[in-house]
């Protein structure tokens, strides 16, 4: 499955994410663990469609952004989101996506494959590694734990039915919108930059979500 939409965005994270991890060395083993992951994440989509797919509805092959929409799911479980300027965290959230899904993805492959675990027990491991990653980072609360275990069911579900791109845009635009409702709730001064970080990541998820419904119609 070609999936032009999440190749795009790996190469712009794997630009950008190189004068992130600088500004803040926090996403250096998380840029490292997307480089190595990478290569995996395509097979690992696979796998997650293969064993997950007969359980959802609707169709599963080839890339369909409109899963995407799935990350609003999570957003009213957000807990806490910082940002410096508008392109930071507009940088900022497409590497933290592209890394953490390829990461989902990727891992699966090696925990099958290399150590020959059971599928669904692979994918288990994949994801609750991926969740226990961001209490080393903040500290453990019910919130923030409700708000990763429905983002790993909806960026899975959108890994399954409308392929890794589809995860990827799930994710930056839960994690984005998320971001703008603490703010805005706390009345934050960068509130103004916030909305044009968010503005902008709606109007190219719209288009990519857009442009998907057409060329499945006419295909």
């Not at 039915?161 to 930056?172: M, Q, T, W």
């Not at 103004?192 to 902008?200: D, E, F, H, I």
Request: net charge neutral.
């Amino acid at each position: 499955m070609r999936d032009h939409v999440y190749a795009a965005l790996l190469a712009f994270s794997l630009v950008f994410g190189i004068p992130l991890c600088l500004a803040d060395p926090s996403f250096t083993v998380m840029y490292a663990l997307m480089i190595a992951m990478a290569p995996l994440a395509a097979r690992g989509t696979e796998y997650y469609r293969s064993l997950l797919g007969p359980y959802v509805p609707g169709r599963e092959e080839g890339a369909d952004y409109r899963w995407a929409l799935l990350g609003l799911i999570p957003v009213p479980f957000a807990f806490a989101f910082s940002w410096m300027n508008w392109i930071y965290g507009l940088i900022a959230v497409i590497v933290v996506a592209v890394a953490e899904e390829t990461f989902r993805a990727g891992s699966v492959v090696l925990l099958k494959d290399q150590l020959q675990l059971d599928p669904w027990l692979a994918i288990t491991i994949a994801n609750t590694a991926w969740i226990a990653y961001h209490f080393i980072l903040k500290p453990f609360s019910l919130d923030y734990l409700a708000f990763l275990l429905l983002g790993a069911f909806v960026f899975t579900l959108a890994l399954v039915k409308g392929g890794l791109g589809a995860a990827v845009l799930a994710h930056v635009l839960s994690n984005s919108l998320a971001a703008w409702v603490v703010i805005s709730v706390a009345g934050s001064a960068a509130e103004t930059q916030v909305n044009l970080m968010l503005g902008a990541i709606l109007v190219l998820i719209a288009l990519l979500i857009g442009v998907s419904g057409v060329a499945r119609k006419r295909g």
